[in-house]
């Protein structure tokens, strides 16, 4: 069974530009989160969706946004950029309970200039 | 929110030794999850224990739901249990992870 698969693996781009990442969750995984993870702030919780709703939300400002489509592949887009949103992103993926293990993909590294 | 603190914050060992790692919650929970993240930022799954003991290989875990506590045993470590070790709870619906202990294993 394949794994959570996130693409591009690395990505720079410039401030105020916008950028959108790729996540599909390992098959029959209905449950797709996104976490940002930076040196200072450590892994923090962005969002989550399930059977293309968003079930749960951190607190980032609304530049950072997401959706999931049918065959529960994810997306999530940033909207002027800023230097802070350098970090890695991870996308993970469940059976959708919150009792069951999250996977989560190789991530995206994200550098802003 | 539910507080997450993990020790030591780093730790050395020769390969062949022994370690444990601790983490503590402030509340409650009913999810608990260990990670290991290894040096290409990978976060791989380890152990999914709200509570009571699991094995698997060389590695253990203990989680003391009453107690609030969540320890991670490695023996015999390898160069390659190198990397960061998470310890994450749920908190309404989310993860909240702990800012991880950072294991080097020297040959």
């Known amino acids: 069974k394949a794994g959570v698969t996130q693409t591009p693996r690395y990505l720079i781009k410039t401030r105020g530009q916008q950028v959108t990442l790729s996540c599909s969750p390992i098959s029959g995984h209905r449950s797709v989160s996104w976490y940002q993870q930076t040196p200072g702030q450590g892994l923090q919780f962005l969002f989550e969706?399930?059977?293309?709703?968003?079930?749960n939300k951190g607190n980032f400002p609304g530049r950072f946004s997401g959706r999931q489509f049918s065959n529960s592949r994810s997306e999530m887009n940033v909207s002027t950029l800023e230097l802070g949103d350098s970090a890695l992103y991870l996308c993970?993926?469940?059976?959708?309970?919150?009792?069951?293990?999250?996977?989560f993909g190789n991530g995206t590294r994200l550098t802003v200039t | 929110g539910i507080q997450v603190e993990q020790s030591p914050p780093d730790l050395i060992l020769q390969e062949g030794a022994n370690s444990t790692l601790r983490c503590n919650f402030s509340d409650s929970v009913n999810n608990l999850q260990w990670f290991h993240q290894n040096p290409w930022g990978q976060l791989i799954n380890l152990f999914y224990?709200?509570?009571g003991t699991k094995q698997n290989g060389r590695l253990s875990a203990t989680t003391v739901a009453t107690e609030r506590y969540s320890l991670l045993y490695i023996s015999s470590s390898q160069t390659t249990d190198s990397g960061v070790y998470f310890c994450a709870v749920e908190d309404t619906g989310k993860l909240i992870f702990g800012q991880g202990t950072t294991l080097q294993v020297k040959p």
């Open positions: 993970a993926s469940n059976a959708g309970d919150r009792y069951s293990p999250l996977h």
């Open positions: 224990i709200p509570s």
């Open positions: 969706y399930f059977s293309e709703t968003q079930r």
